[in-house]
């Protein structure tokens, strides 16, 4: 249970400013750390609920607030509006910058004296793409990215990532069509450290039980425990 779980806010500084980054601690007060990106969302409910579930698991998590720059504390709603507003919103954000706050973050993790045991990164839609990102730039333990869309146009960097990675895509993703996985399955098969989980039926956005509009829980249910069980592989919890 989360009863003794304790979450604080961190500020990092950046070379343009400083962010505010949410941290979630286990019951036990210290475990491997994991970088939560979020999605469109911002730090919001759905990202709240991963992190305390992970918390709940003996992971330290720490979810950075990647619009800082633009909108701080962007919290949008699970809605068609709420969604159409933060695409909008999405269209400001610096892809690189944002990679640049993660990696920032990272070494925040590494530098905390409750993270023991690495650090790994996970990420959904937005978020799916900068942890894949920042995993061709620093190392990690363990990469999970969810249907990061700009990972099949960006599959010629899969040879800078040495860690773990698992990729996670839904089949039935009107942002992400099938034949464009498919091509992250092509370039995946020669890289022994990736691992690919398509949940065929489900569409985007599948794990967010915020998002109703999205949210296919058997789908949810099945990748959560593919990225559990790779997170216990390769970032374990003593």
Excluded at 5 to 32: C, K, N, Y
Excluded at 78 to 92: F, M, N, S, V
Excluded at 153 to 163: F, H, P, V
Aim: charged residues 20%; proline residues 6%.
């Amino acid at each position: 249970m989360l009863v003794d779980m304790q979450t604080r806010t961190d500020r990092i500084s950046a070379h343009d400013g400083t962010f505010d980054v949410r941290t979630w601690l286990p019951e036990s007060g210290r475990g491997p750390g994991i970088l939560l990106i979020q999605e469109i969302y911002g730090v919001g409910p759905y990202i709240e609920k991963v992190a305390a579930e992970l918390a709940s698991r003996g992971y330290v998590v720490a979810a950075p607030d990647l619009f800082w720059r633009f909108r701080p504390h962007w919290r949008g709603e699970h809605t068609p509006e709420g969604t159409a507003t933060a695409i909008e919103l999405a269209r400001d954000f610096d892809l690189a910058q944002g990679v640049a706050d993660c990696a920032l973050t990272v070494s925040h993790l590494r530098g905390m004296p409750e993270v023991r045991g690495g650090v790994g990164a996970l990420g959904f839609c937005l978020g799916g793409t900068v942890a894949y990102m920042l995993a061709t730039q620093i190392e990690l333990g363990a990469v999970l990215s969810f249907y990061g869309s700009a990972v099949p146009e960006s599959t010629g960097l899969l040879e800078r990532i040495d860690a773990p990675l698992l990729l996670v895509f839904g089949g039935n993703d009107p942002f992400i069509s099938r034949d464009r996985v498919a091509v992250v399955e092509e370039a995946a098969r020669s890289r022994p450290n990736v691992v690919m989980h398509v949940e065929e039926e489900a569409g985007h956005a599948f794990h967010n039980s915020e998002a109703p509009m999205f949210h296919h829980p058997e789908a949810a249910e099945r990748a959560w425990r593919v990225a559990l069980d790779f997170l216990a592989r390769h970032l374990p919890v003593s």
